[in-house]
């Protein structure tokens, strides 16, 4: 087997990378600017039920974001579907928020059960997000 054979497609998986880590960033940075509360410093803090929602949040936007690769027929295709899926996680938090009052606050109180439940909705939601992408 030709090495040069493997490593054509280098190019195009560095360019959907790229775009995948940057598409992770922004949906993290954006997510941190809707919560009311303030992930980074409960963490840093210790506070588990941050850790816990962020967690599912982030695995909530990436199996979108791995389908909109896999899917794509281009790095904008990829970015396109990428926005949905970023779309839908925020409102995920959004209604969950309002549905589950002071949700923000109970995680800001390390209420673990809150924690538990918005990264469960979060991550159910970007299955199914996932799931719908397969066109």
């Known amino acids: 087997m030709d090495i040069m ?15 995948a ?4 960033a922004l949906f993290v940075a954006l997510y ?3 919560t009311p509360h303030n ?8 506070n588990a039920a941050a850790a816990i929602s962020l967690a599912g949040a982030v695995l909530g936007f990436t ?12 790095v904008l295709d990829m970015a396109v579907w990428s926005g949905v899926a970023l779309i839908v996680q925020l409102a995920v938090f959004l ?16 209420n673990v059960a809150a924690g538990i439940t918005l990264a469960t909705a979060s991550f159910a939601i970007g299955i199914l997000n ?3 992408m397969t066109y």
């Open 63 to 74: 199996l979108p974001l791995a389908s909109a690769v896999t899917h794509s027929v281009s």
């Open 39 to 46: 992930e980074a410093e409960l963490i840093k803090a210790g």
């Open 5 to 19: 054979i493997s490593l054509q497609g280098l190019g195009d998986f560095l360019i959907y990378f790229a775009a």
């Open 32 to 34: 941190m600017a809707v």
């Open 130 to 132: 996932a799931a719908s």
């Open 95 to 110: 209604i969950a928020n309002i549905v589950l009052r002071d949700l923000s606050r109970r995680i800001e109180q390390g």
């Open 21 to 24: 880590i940057i598409a992770e």
